[in-house]
Every structure is written in structure tokens, then in C-alpha cells.
């Protein structure tokens, strides 16, 4: 369930690209013939990317109703989409709003690496080890694990980005990212069954 709410926006924008002349045509009645003239002037991506902001805006207040907080990871990402998807739609400029999920990704991996040098536990293991118990090491190996996958996601938007069309991108942008994310989730959850140490039965009625 999680996964599917972080990639809601992602969902939205892809489907708003997709079908930006229907949608227009189908508010066409609702709208200004001007505002209509606009958006059919108005490239595709420019306004999935305008969707996408506040997406995210929603995205963001429903996590904080159904859980009662928001993640430092779901904030940055906020940012990043107001900063950079604005950017995209007060320039007209593709190349910001293809930027976000590199500089979102290589965010994520600098604050994992650092997470190994600060404080007694790094931040994959802060985020699990209250469900699962596991040696040192390989909390270790876990973490880097998240550094690589991170750096490899953020690298292969932009070679998506810049080697291949528009919409080879976007398709990328949700069915690439989803893929690889749930591939490496699949792949993690393989290691920690094979790593889980198994905790001791509790005694009952005070009887070792």
C-alpha cells in the first residue's frame, strides 16, 4: 500500500501525458475558450508536470492523515517537485522536471552513506531492526546496498533522459523506476531471509 501511495504522482502525471488532449476536451466545456486555446499550445508534458505538483501537495496531506506523520524523504521530494516541476512550467523547460528523480535518488544515497558514519545504527537499519534482528554486517551491506541502487536509479533517468525520446522517458519515469524499485525490494527481502536470526522463545510462567 505504501508503494502504491508513493507512486500515485507518478501515476497521475504519466496518465495526464497520456491523455492531455482528452482531458482538455473533456473540461472544454467548463473552461475558457481562451484557457482551452492555451492548453492545446501547451506541450503535454508541461501540463502532466503542473498535475504533478499538486499531486504531490495531496499525496504529502493524506500520508499525514493516514499515518499522523510525514517523512523526511516525502518533504525533500515535495520540495524538489514545487522547485524543479515549477521551474518546468514557468519555462517551458522538460529538462528540470527530468532532473528531479536523479537529484532525488542522489539525495537519497548521500543521506544512506552518511547514516554508516553517524550514530550507532545507519538509517536502514533504524527504519527495520524494530521488526527484524540481523548482525552488524550485514545491516551494513543493506544500507550500501540502498547507496548503489540509489546512485544506479539517479544515472539511468538520465541516460533515459537524454539518450531516448520524450516518451520512452516518461513510460520510464513509471513503469522503469516501479520495476526497478520493486525488483531490488523483491531481491532485499531474499538476503534478509537468509540472514534473520531467529529470536529465542520467551519463557512461560517464568519457567526457562
Do not use: C
Not at 86 to 105: E, H
Request: charged share 15%; glycine share 6%.
Amino acid at each position: 500500500m505504501k508503494l502504491l501511495v508513493d507512486f500515485l504522482p507518478i501515476v497521475i502525471f504519466f496518465a495526464v501525458y497520456k491523455l492531455s488532449a482528452e482531458l482538455i476536451a473533456l473540461f472544454s466545456g467548463v473552461l475558457s475558450p481562451d484557457l482551452i486555446e492555451l492548453l492545446n499550445q501547451t506541450q503535454p508534458i508541461i501540463i502532466a508536470t503542473a498535475v504533478l505538483i499538486p499531486a504531490t501537495v495531496v499525496q504529502i496531506l493524506y500520508t499525514r492523515w493516514a499515518t499522523g506523520k510525514i517523512e523526511k524523504m516525502h518533504l525533500v521530494t515535495l520540495v524538489l517537485v514545487v522547485a524543479l516541476g515549477g521551474a518546468t512550467v514557468l519555462f517551458g523547460d522538460k529538462s528540470f522536471i527530468q532532473w528531479k528523480p536523479t537529484i532525488v535518488n542522489w539525495l537519497f544515497a548521500v543521506v544512506f552513506l552518511g547514516s554508516q558514519f553517524i550514530g550507532n545504527k545507519n538509517l536502514i537499519q533504524r527504519m527495520m531492526d524494530s521488526k527484524v534482528t540481523m548482525p552488524l554486517e550485514i545491516w551494513k551491506r543493506l544500507n550500501y546496498g540502498w547507496v548503489v541502487f540509489f546512485l544506479f536509479a539517479g544515472t539511468i533517468n538520465l541516460y533515459v533522459a537524454y539518450t531516448l525520446s520524450e516518451e520512452a522517458w516518461v513510460n520510464f519515469k513509471l513503469f522503469g523506476m516501479l520495476g526497478l524499485t520493486l525488483v531490488f525490494i523483491i531481491a532485499q527481502g531474499v538476503y534478509l531471509s537468509r540472514h534473520i536470526i531467529d529470536e529465542p522463545p520467551e519463557a512461560e510462567n517464568g519457567t526457562p
